[in-house]
Structures are given as C-alpha cells and as structure tokens.
C-alpha cells in the first residue's frame, strides 16, 4: 500500500495530493482496526473537501476533541430538509490524532458494531451511516462513489 504508483491516477491534482498525504497515515491507523481504509481516506476526503476545510476536524465528528471544537456552519438533512447551521465539530492537535479519534469512535460506540462486521466497504459505509455518523440520506452513495471513482479499494489491499 505504500506505493500509490500501483493505484491508476487521477486527473485531479487536488485529489493525488490528498492521497498522497493523508492515505499513508490512514492505512497505517486502520491496520490493526476493522475499518476498510478505502471508507476512512472517502470519508475524510468527503468530509474535509479532499483536505480543504481539514485544518482542524477532518473526520467531521462532532463534538470536543483533545484540542477543542471548530464551530462552522454545516448542512442537516432533518425530516428531508437540508438545513444550514452553526455546529461544533472536533478538533486535533495533529492528522494522527485525527485519525485514530475517528477510528476509536467507530470502533468503540455500540451504535457502530455492525460496521465492525461488515465484509465489504459499502455495507461498513451503511452500517456507519445507519449508527448516526451524518443525517445526509445520500451520504452511503456519496462515499461509494469516492471510493468507486478513485479507486480506494486499492488501499484496502487483501480485504477488498
């Protein structure tokens, strides 16, 4: 998984550029998890803006982390409403801690249990989303998307 000459290259600089920093990092915290890589690296590149907005929250989970909270405006989808509003999200003192917080939430919170059992990335996605991780009704296909379009199932290597 170290080599990202092997993975077919986007034509987006942007998204190679995410890739190439935070895939490493990614591979190497889920490793020794039951999170597909491919889903965290669709996540994280989903929820940051392919590491736009990462600065501080990444994962985009909400709450406080070991170095705060960001307060920024987000979209909830209530009762098939999208709605803008303020939200307070983690925030991390490095990409690391980062990771590994979003990867203790997923891996620690029963509401996330039957994502741990998943056997492919898009059933984890739907288990993830199914245990409360956002209220976007189209964020399963959202993230299998990213993951289908920029082949991240590379990273997921022997598991895919």
Known sequence: MDNLAKRPISVYPHVERFLAE???????????????????????????????????TLFGVKGTGPAGSVTTMTKEEIKG???????????YPTREAAVRDYLKVLTTLPRYKRALRAKSPARQ????????????SKYVYQIIDVIDDFDLVYFDGERA
């Open 81 to 91: 409403k999208v709605v803008d509003l303020p939200d307070q999200f983690r925030a």
């Open 125 to 136: 996605i739907l288990e993830i989303w199914r245990g409360g991780y956002c209220t976007d």
């Open 22 to 56: 935070y895939s490493p990092l990614i591979c190497a915290c889920c490793k020794d998890t039951r999170i597909f890589p491919s889903v965290a690296i669709a996540q994280a590149a989903l929820e940051s803006e392919w590491g736009q907005k990462a600065g501080a």
